[in-house]
């Protein structure tokens, strides 16, 4: 029997320390990846890890798959073309909030739309952490940031709404606080076939967290917690109550076909030759 | 429809699509934009036929990055556009430099700025095209005056691509993209194709930019053993982000000498006419093919005229511009622009020789009489 595969195959020790800040979520974003490849056992160079730009969109720099690091916003053209370049390849995209929802907005929807197979996981930590905490398509209205001095006037994104609504075959919601469920529902996403979606709520202590609920880890990490209700308890709430809360928790999962597999449908060709070899 | 065989009629945006199917291109992303929209076209009805893929991206931005995605894939890939969508893909034009993506992007040129007008031929993107991302870097932009010649110059430009692992431009315009002529494709079998160094090196001792004796990186694709970190961020032979002093310098040199150092690879020009002559003219593209018929026009007003068409646009041809200029009483530029290579031109002007733009801004192809009138000036 070969081998069991550990984190570590997929995560580059040697890189550490993490360039992250102390609290940040980003670290625990990293294990949970990288442990539900392992849990999949698929081997590191069946992997593409393409990232954003921000602290999130660094990641790469601490993995051993295959790596792009691209241009902001775009992890999922890039990635749109690998997987099509490579279809026996699982695709992650990596992106925070402003990359996937500000300056990629348009790829992110029409990957959506599109069902393109791959999983995008997403950090909001509600600001733009890379540029000094900016606010962002998914900051609260009202909140502060550095270019929000007294709140920021606009609402934020659904992210997980967005998805299902453009058509994401797989939907979840979780947070840095809640890692078991986080590796789970990434574990899912990898495997679903189509466009996955996991937003994962998250820490930037030095920024949001500073500006709106404390500049120490564990009360930014407590503020998760405070935010979020799982879907059962959601769903018995209010209208009222709801709005109160961001629901966790595994939203959407079905099996609409993919990009690919309805292109090669239509074009009988495409698929008798795989990878693009030559007639 | 199947591969046209025999000598056909045929648009210059088919002959580029032909031409990249018959390079080997198997991955075409792209938004359409008049006058480039047929090649898209093409690539849709034909690509699946050859195990290949078409996908029409949300924008040109998605268009560059997923023919760069590919590319790294292990797939040859094109894209085509015009201005708009060409200012559009300049951010990524600079990470497919960056991370050394073979790959091919086609501007069938129209009149710009901004929307302009959108169905009619310029050649007013020559700087954009060397310089419009952000940067010091190289590139390679070829210019096509046939709709055979965009065939075989389609196909060039991915060998070149895949031989230096750069983007390549084919900076067409709209007179020879929408021109149909005829053209003889010949049988596949029969071209010479270049691909991209494979490493040979065993995974584990594999650094993917780690250059060979060609200051080129032998290329493994996502999905092999050997692991390919592609980064826009700087870096060093491991793919990963490095910032150490010294780093960025070493990475700009390289990409800058492996193409400056190779441009006799690149370089490609046409001389027509007399040997000797009291103008000549320097011309690329569309407008070369009005200078070939006004070195004949010229000739009967008395005034010896030839042309250096210029095919490889960038890197500049250098040495052949400055010596057509050491050999001539003036220069004439004929260009559809206000006046871009020319710019070039007068860099290399060793011989201060007296050098006239001929400039055809009208948003058509541009008219003989424009040129005669700089070349009696010139004679003047
Ligand atoms: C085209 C472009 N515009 C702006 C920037 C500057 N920039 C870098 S990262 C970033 C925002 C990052 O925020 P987010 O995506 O939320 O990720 P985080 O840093 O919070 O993880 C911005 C605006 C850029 N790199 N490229
Ligand atoms: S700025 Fe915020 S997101 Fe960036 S590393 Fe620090 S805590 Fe994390």
New interface residues.
């Given amino acids: 029997m070969a081998v069991k595969l550990s984190y570590r195959e997929y995560f580059k020790e040697d ?1 550490l320390p993490l360039m992250w800040c102390s609290g940040c979520g980003n670290g625990i974003l990293l294990r949970a990846i990288t442990d539900s490849l392992a849990d999949l056992q698929i081997p ?3 992997v ?1 890890v ?1 990232t954003g730009i921000g602290c999130w969109g660094k990641a ?2 601490y993995m ?8 902001h916003g ?1 992890a999922l ?10 279809p ?2 699982h695709v992650i995209a990596l992106m925070g909030d402003g990359d996937a929802l500000a300056i990629g907005g ?2 992110f929807i ?1 990957s959506a739309r599109r069902n393109i197979d791959i999983t995008a996981v997403v950090s909001n930590n509600f600001n733009y952490g890379m540029t000094g905490g900016q606010y962002s398509p998914t900051t609260p209205l009202s909140s502060k940031t550095t270019t929000s001095p007294i709140g920021v006037a606009e609402p934020a994104f659904d992210v997980c709404g967005l998805s299902e609504q453009c058509g994401a075959n797989y939907v979840a919601r979780t947070t840095a606080y809640h890692v078991t469920q986080m590796k789970r529902m990434i574990t899912a996403a990898i495997q679903k076939k189509g466009f996955s979606v996991v937003e994962v709520l998250n820490t930037c202590p030095t920024h949001f967290g500073r500006r709106n609920i404390a500049g120490d880890p564990v009360s930014v990490m407590q503020y998760l917690k405070d935010i979020t209700v799982n879907k059962s308890r959601y769903e018995k709430m209010d209208e009222e109550e709801k709005a109160k809360y961001l629901v966790t928790g595994e939203l959407v999962n079905k099996d609409r076909p993919d ?2 597999s309805v ?1 090669r449908e239509l ?1 009988p ?2 698929s ?8 | 429809m199947s591969r046209p065989e025999g000598v056909q009629l045929m648009e210059g945006n088919h002959a580029c699509a032909w031409g990249a199917i018959d390079a ?1 291109a ?2 075409y ?1 792209g938004y359409p934009i008049t006058p480039s929209s047929e090649i898209a076209e093409v690539c849709a009805h034909e ?7 078409y ?1 029409q ?3 040109e ?2 268009s560059i ?11 040859k ?1 094109f894209t085509a556009t015009s201005g708009p969508g060409f200012s559009l893909m300049q ?2 034009l600079g ?1 497919g430099i960056y991370q050394e993506v073979p790959c091919v992007i086609v501007n069938i040129q129209r009149v710009g700025p901004a929307t302009g007008l959108a169905t009619q031929p310029a050649q007013a993107d020559v700087m954009q095209a060397r310089w419009g991302t952000h940067g010091d870097h190289p590139i390679i932009a070829l210019s096509p005056a046939s709709v055979q010649e965009m065939y075989y110059l389609t196909i060039r430009a991915f060998n070149l691509s895949e031989r230096f692992r750069i983007p390549v431009i084919i900076l067409g315009d709209q007179v020879i993209g929408q021109t149909y002529e005829n053209i003889i494709l010949p049988d596949p079998a029969s071209l010479d194709l270049v691909e991209r160094k494979k490493p040979l090196v065993p ?1 584990e001792d594999f650094l993917p930019y780690q250059p060979d004796e060609n200051l080129v990186p032998p290329m493994a ?13 700087c870096h060093c032979e491991t ?3 490095n910032f150490k002093y010294g780093t960025n310098r070493q990475l700009l040199t390289r990409l800058k000498d492996k193409i400056y150092n190779y441009t006799d690879e690149i370089i490609e020009v046409e001389h027509f006419g007399p040997d000797d002559a009291e103008v000549t003219l320097i011309s690329y593209g569309a407008s070369s093919r009005v200078c070939k018929y006004v070195v004949g026009e010229a000739e009967k007003e008395g005034i010896r005229v030839n042309l250096l068409r210029l095919l490889t646009i960038w890197p500049f041809p250098d040495q052949e511009v400055r010596e057509a200029l050491g050999k001539t009483g003036a220069v004439v530029v004929a260009e559809m622009n206000q006046g871009q290579l020319i710019g070039e031109v007068n860099r290399v002007n060793a011989s201060n020789t007296p050098v006239h733009l001929a400039s055809g801004i009208d948003g058509e192809l541009i008219r003989p009489e424009i040129i005669m009138t700089s070349i009696r000036e010139a004679v003047k």
Wanted: hydrophobic fraction near 35%; glycine fraction near 14%.
């Fill in positions: 890189a590191p160079h069946q593409v393409s790469d720099d051993k798959t295959h790596a792009f690091h691209g241009s775009r053209a890039f990635g749109t073309g690998i997987k099509l370049g490579n026996d390849l348009n790829h029409h990009f690919l292109y074009n060709a495409a008798e030759t795989g990878r693009g070899e030559s007639k | 080997g198997r991955f992303a690509l699946p036929a050859y195990g290949g893929t996908i991206m949300e924008d931005i998605g990055a997923a023919i760069i995605g590919a590319s790294l894939s292990g797939r890939s951010e990524n990470v995974p694709a996502y999905g092999d053993k050997h692991i390919v970190h592609a980064s826009s961020t793919g990963y982000s």
